[in-house]
Structure formats: structure tokens, C-alpha cells
């Protein structure tokens, strides 16, 4: 049985890691399918997810920024909703600091900081005094040495600012400043990133080097996306952040059996 507290919220499962379902609020997001609301967000709750993560502002390469008012006006009412409708774990994607705050506010279990709150020790100790949990993660060109280096440090700043050591998860940022190569090594030694000692968060789904490895466009990646889901769970991931949650949980189920 695996169990993991988020924020103030102990959830466990049989399978061999949680599911984060995404809902991009977003009309622009690289994934045409995870483009929606509140909606899209409890069809993937139905569909078993353990986590859903919202995202007001695409951070696909070359996206559009977005205000921070019309970031709050496309995730604030979704997280409030959602928080009547389920007891789900919610996960707000996003770097702007009045996000954060508002988020919290509202129920956010997680923060899921793309840039991993760089320079902002104020953020950290307004989440510190939430309970809520951090995902940390790494976002330029480097490979495993250098992820699980940059991610270590981050990881000891958040503790120092009050963060407990049991709230920090840590994402390689697959697709972030990153090449083929080095995405393909962030995955291969996923167990080196494991053994940091913190839950790691692997977020493969449909992503470009996906599409590297198999030659298919974005909306024929699932197969390869369940395979590289498979190899990082294997050396140690707990967390994977999909699209397709159904197809996702079916193979942890096979998975389980296996163990």
C-alpha cells in the first residue's frame, strides 16, 4: 500500500503510484484534449485520479503569457468548485505569487511551481504556514548530475523556509531546456533522483521527446507515454502527471500484480 500526505489530505492506494490527472485551463495548452474545466476535472476524478492538476497559463514552448487577474479568473473558481464537489488532492499549476496565495486560500493541497520558486522566500513561507505541498521542479538543459544537484539544493532552501521535508516532491521537468538526450537520461536514471530521498513526480505525458522516441504526433503518444510511465514507476517514481487517466491507472493495475 503506498500512502502520501498533500497538503492536509492522507490519501493511499494498491497500485504502485498516484495518478495526476490535468485540467489546462487554457485555450492553448499543447494537448488539445486537456484543455477544460470543471467538467473535464471531474471526468478524470471519475476516471480514478488521485490528483488533479490545474493550470491557468500554458507553459508549452513558445506560449502565450497570460495576466495574473485572467490567470485567477480561469483557476480560482475551478479549485472552489472542485473542493465542493470531491475530496480530491488539487494541485495548482503556476508561478505568479498571487496565484499561489489565492489558491491556498481556496484549498489548494499542492503548488506545483514550474520555476520552483526561485529567489521567493516569502511564497515559500506563506505555503510553509498552509501545510500545503511543493513540487520542485527542474527547468534547464542539463542532465541527471545536474537535476538531481539543482533539485537537492531547492529541496534544502524549502526546509529551511519551514517547508516540511515530507511535503517537497520533485519533478525532472522532461521537456523543460532540455535536450533528447538529457531527457531520455532524466528518465533512465529515475532512481537517481529517487535516491535523494523525496517522492519524485515523473511528467512524461504526450510530451515531444515521446514523440522522438516512437515518430508519432502528439495525439497518437499514449502508447509510448504508458511505456516511459512504466520504466520511471519501475526505478522508483510515486507520482505520474498524465492526460489519460484511465489508460494510466489500467497499467499500474497490471503493474500491481507484478510487484
Not at 488539487?90 to 520558486?117: R, Y
Request: charged fraction near 25%.
Amino acid at each position: 500500500m503506498l500512502e502520501m500526505t498533500f497538503g492536509r489530505k492522507r490519501i493511499s492506494t494498491d497500485r504502485p503510484a498516484f495518478v495526476m490527472g490535468i485540467v489546462n485551463a487554457t485555450p492553448d495548452s499543447f494537448y488539445e484534449n486537456s484543455r477544460g474545466d470543471f467538467d473535464l476535472a471531474m471526468k478524470l476524478v471519475e476516471d480514478g485520479a488521485d490528483i488533479i492538476d490545474i493550470g491557468g497559463e500554458s507553459t508549452r514552448p513558445g506560449f502565450t503569457p497570460v495576466d495574473e487577474q485572467e490567470e485567477l479568473d480561469r483557476v480560482i473558481p475551478l479549485i472552489e468548485k472542485l473542493n465542493k464537489n470531491s475530496d480530491v488532492v488539487i494541485s495548482i499549476d503556476t508561478t505568479k505569487p498571487a496565484v499561489i496565495s489565492e489558491a491556498l486560500e481556496c484549498g489548494a493541497d499542492i503548488i506545483n511551481n514550474v520555476l520552483s520558486f526561485d529567489n521567493d522566500d516569502t511564497t515559500l513561507r506563506q505555503i510553509a504556514d498552509s501545510a500545503a505541498s511543493v513540487i520542485l521542479m527542474h527547468h534547464t538543459g542539463e542532465g541527471i548530475d545536474g537535476i538531481c544537484s539543482y533539485l537537492n539544493k531547492k529541496a534544502e532552501f524549502c526546509i529551511k523556509a519551514g517547508i516540511e521535508r515530507d511535503k517537497l516532491i520533485l519533478d525532472p521537468g522532461i521537456g523543460f531546456g532540455k535536450s533528447f538526450e538529457q531527457n531520455v537520461e532524466a528518465i533512465k536514471y529515475t532512481d537517481r533522483l529517487c535516491a535523494l530521498g523525496y517522492p519524485v513526480l515523473m511528467a512524461l505525458s504526450r510530451k515531444s521527446s515521446i514523440g522522438m522516441m516512437t515518430g508519432r504526433p502528439v495525439e497518437q503518444r499514449l502508447s509510448g507515454t504508458v511505456t516511459a510511465d512504466i520504466i520511471s514507476i519501475l526505478k522508483g517514481a510515486k507520482i505520474i502527471r498524465v492526460h489519460d487517466v484511465l489508460d494510466a491507472i489500467d497499467s499500474l493495475n497490471v503493474m500491481k500484480y507484478f510487484e
